[in-house]
């Protein structure tokens, strides 16, 4: 046995620095007018000779360009997400998760050792801190765009017709509230977050155009009352506690739920076996980057809404990344 798979690993940074790069140089957009040659692309974006070629391939290695006849074009991904001029621009994610990669993973050995790691700074990729404006707007930019797709799925995949209202729990700007009422206007909406982000919110519903027609009740999850609804909803909220808070938390949506009501749960779920690497490393990476922090099995989150009293639960994927668990009252 050769060590390809221990060099592939210890090399996946470069993949990182090129994509990094790509997004700089707005290669994508350029690409979004139609295909071009190499020099073509290299007069257009600015390029060096002596780097431009490796770079474009490196790109079409990697699946993000495609190559035919000399002329690239943007892979059907890249075309989607990595286009400025397209509304599910995902560009801001890779700058992002990187500077808070750097940050936490610098820590594993330490966190390994100790069991203790620094916390990020008020702020950080995960910390949805309202106070700093700047990088919380990006955060919350990228994170509703990655709503809208959990949020037409769950407008596709859910009977709403029976329902009226729906609350997002830790909603940040209320954008999957906003995706499921535009998709069933009969619903009405809320998002309970901290007090502080109610301006967020605001401005980003006139945005959209979405003005009156999501709430916000701003509190503490843990201790100020959650408003009653025919369906709540927990979005990546759970993975950032120890069990017995989000025994609570459940516990606590549950109380808030009408009778036949629905919770949906859904985080990065570690599968029972433990072998998707992605999502093992996404719950060190939340155990890096927060106190109480780490995923869970789904199995776990249906005991916790078995112990509220919630039936009728089960487990479902959700898009290619996350798990929901849907329980009902």
Aim: aromatic letters at 10%; a negative charge.
């Amino acid at each position: 046995m050769g060590p390809e798979p221990i060099l592939r690993l210890a090399t996946l940074v470069c993949q990182t620095e090129v994509l990094h790069s790509a997004l700089e140089l707005d290669v994508f957009s350029a690409l979004a007018e139609g295909p071009l040659t190499e020099l073509e692309l290299r007069n257009r974006l600015g390029l060096h000779e002596r780097f431009s070629l490796d770079f474009l391939d490196a790109l079409v290695g990697l699946g993000m360009l495609t190559k035919d006849a000399g002329r690239y074009r943007n892979a059907l991904v890249a075309e989607h997400y990595l286009d400025r001029g397209r509304g599910t621009y995902l560009g801001e994610y890779a700058p992002l998760v990187t500077g808070s990669f750097q940050q936490a993973w610098g820590q594993l050995t330490k966190g390994l050792r100790t069991g203790e790691v620094e916390a990020q700074p008020r702020g950080g990729f995960v910390a949805k801190s309202h106070e700093d404006q700047t990088r919380f707007k990006a955060y919350v930019d990228v994170m509703d765009r990655l709503s809208s797709r959990v949020g037409k799925d769950f407008a596709e995949r859910f009977d709403w017709s029976g329902f009226k209202d729906v609350g997002d729990l830790g909603g940040a700007r209320g954008h999957l509230a906003a995706v499921l009422v535009s998709a069933h206007p009969h619903l009405s909406g809320y998002c309970f977050e901290r007090p502080s982000a109610q301006q967020f919110l605001e401005e980003h519903l006139a945005e959209i155009g979405m003005t009156g027609r999501v709430g916000f009740v701003g509190g503490d999850l843990f201790a100020d009352p959650i408003p009653e609804a025919d369906v709540l909803i927990y979005g990546q909220v759970l993975h950032g506690w120890e069990n017995s808070e989000r025994e609570k938390l459940v516990r606590r949506a549950y109380e808030a739920l009408r009778p036949g009501g629905m919770l949906l749960i859904y985080d990065r779920m570690i599968d029972d076996e433990r072998r998707d690497a992605q999502r093992v490393l996404y719950s060190l990476y939340m155990r890096l980057v927060s106190p109480m922090g780490s995923e869970y099995r789904s199995v776990d989150c249906e005991k916790w809404m078995r112990a509220a009293g919630f039936s009728e639960i089960c487990a479902e994927p959700l898009l290619s990344t996350h798990t929901v668990v849907i329980g009902r009252k």
